[in-house]
């Protein structure tokens, strides 16, 4: 009498299924339709789910991530010129993206990065190779990453189609972060104003953190808009 339930948090650009294919299969034959549940922890992953396994989207059920509502905020810096980034150092972020724009912008700005992945050590490097090492940082995995994130001004997530869901970017939002994020399905499922989207490109990414210089009453009022849309859909208190 045991049911089974698997956990989907994969994004769009699903590169192999079928691993996860064959193993959903043989539960199915073992315990029966009626025994088993997907559960998809955002919108965006229950959209990419059903259109990869149609034969199995009767099963699957939507079930938002839900989100630690933080005790203390971040309180942003003075300095204009901050950002910082909290992911992976994997193929489907883009830290070498940011380091790139910052070097083509030339107007001394820093950026923190907290995260450990198999991509760091590039990352190390390129900042070397640009000359960036004063205005890079990078800290590792950290406890509490947020705690550190008082010397920021700006949250910039950047990711590709393979992020379900953009827990962290959430999780700025919530501290109080005034965020910029990449076009892609999971930021748009919080992120609907597309002055605070970039593409994954060196241009786009620029115009992005201009506006948001520029425009900082803007940029903060509407991160409260999000922030009451998150309290009210994923929250989970501590």
Same mark, same amino acid.
């Given at each position: 009498g045991k049911n089974a339930f698997f956990i989907i948090h994969i994004g769009t650009k699903i590169e192999d299924f079928s691993i996860f294919e064959r193993i959903s299969l043989r539960v199915l034959r073992s315990i029966g339709r009626k025994r088993i549940k997907f559960v998809c922890v955002s919108s965006v992953v229950q959209q990419s789910f059903v259109k990869s396994f149609p034969f199995l989207s009767s099963l699957q059920e939507l079930v938002n991530n839900g989100i630690p509502v933080p005790l203390n905020s971040v309180t942003p810096s003075e300095d204009s010129y901050s950002f910082s980034s909290v992911s992976r150092f994997d193929n489907s972020k883009f830290q070498d993206l940011i380091i790139r724009t910052l070097k083509e912008r030339g107007l001394n700005e820093k950026v923190h990065f907290i995260g450990d992945g198999v991509n760091l050590e590039k990352c190390r490097e390129l900042s070397k190779n640009l000359d960036m090492e004063g205005s890079v940082t990078f800290s590792g995995n950290l406890r509490e990453p947020f705690s550190f994130l008082n010397t920021a001004q700006i949250f910039i997530f950047a990711a590709d189609e393979r992020e379900g869901f953009g827990l962290v970017l959430y999780e700025a939002i919530l501290r109080g972060m005034r965020v910029i994020a990449s076009d892609i399905s999971a930021s748009r499922s919080i992120i609907k104003n597309q002055d605070f989207l970039f593409?994954?490109?060196?241009?786009? *990414?620029?115009?992005?953190?201009?506006?948001?210089?520029?425009?900082?009453?803007?940029?903060?009022?509407?991160? *409260?808009?999000?922030?009451?849309?998150?309290?009210q859909n994923y929250s989970v208190e501590e």
């Open positions: 593409r994954n490109e060196e241009s786009s *990414l620029s115009r992005c953190l201009d506006f948001a210089l520029h425009n900082v009453d803007y940029h903060a009022n509407y991160m *409260l808009e999000l922030k009451d849309s998150i309290l």
